[in-house]
């Protein structure tokens, strides 16, 4: 199976910041990922498909880039409401595995 | 806009067969792939596999023993099953519409397994 580990597991920021969660893959996945945002008790939400291709109606404060087996998500101005965990998902092969998520936190 | 609602048992005893349905609205499931994920309690996601309309299948190795997937199509909907279930089969269910990137998930449904 491709592992797929995201760094940092944590992070504290402010709104207005400008946050960057990476994801590395096991192996090259070209641009087979996605990013997806979950909050408390809700289902996951994707953000980013592709690599870099933002999904309808997500904000565009959120972006995706990498290829390869590098990966990450920006966001550029934080605000309230993006406070959340943070999945990464290959789609290259299966099984499609997830990161183990990153939580963002209200410094 | 597409709406997925997960329903089933809460409760499963250990070795008894988890059953859950995916009820869609607003799209068809002739036009799409339809995913399942879990998410134990406090953990992270695992995909356990996928299904297209047409019934072609790809499941997750780990559990591609126990995992049935099925559509109906006169009824708009898809079913998991996962039999000999364990403890460790304890998490949140989703259904998710797509693949390779799936863009709207079902509420979930925790599904507890335990004697």
């Known amino acids: 199976d491709i592992q797929m580990t995201q760094s940092p597991s944590s992070l504290s920021a402010s709104v207005a910041d400008r946050v960057t969660i990476a994801c590395r893959a096991s192996q090259s996945i070209n641009i087979n990922i996605n990013w997806f945002q979950q909050k408390p008790g809700k289902a996951p939400k994707l953000l980013i498909h592709?690599?870099?291709s933002l999904e309808s109606g997500v904000p565009s404060r959120f972006s995706g880039s990498g290829s390869g087996t590098d990966f990450t998500l920006t966001i550029s101005s934080l605000q309230p409401e993006d406070f959340a965990t943070y999945y990464c998902q290959q789609s290259y092969t299966i099984p499609y595995t997830f990161g183990q998520g990153t939580k963002l936190e209200i410094k | 806009q597409v709406q997925l609602q997960v329903s089933g048992p809460g409760l499963v005893k250990p070795s008894e067969t988890l059953s859950l349905t995916c009820i869609v609205s607003g799209a068809s499931i002739r036009n799409y792939d339809w995913s399942w994920i879990r998410q134990p309690p406090g953990k992270g996601l695992e995909w356990i596999g996928y299904?297209?309309?047409?019934?072609?299948?790809n499941y997750n190795p780990s559990l591609k023993s126990r995992v049935t997937t099925s559509v109906d199509t006169s009824k708009n909907q898809i079913s998991l099953k996962l039999t000999s279930v364990t403890a460790a089969d304890t998490a949140v269910y989703y259904c998710?519409?797509?693949?390779?990137?799936?863009?709207?998930w079902g509420q979930g449904v925790l599904v507890t397994v335990s004697s």
């Open positions: 299904i297209s309309y047409s019934g072609n299948t």
């Open positions: 998710a519409r797509g693949s390779h990137g799936p863009d709207s």
């Open positions: 592709a690599a870099s």
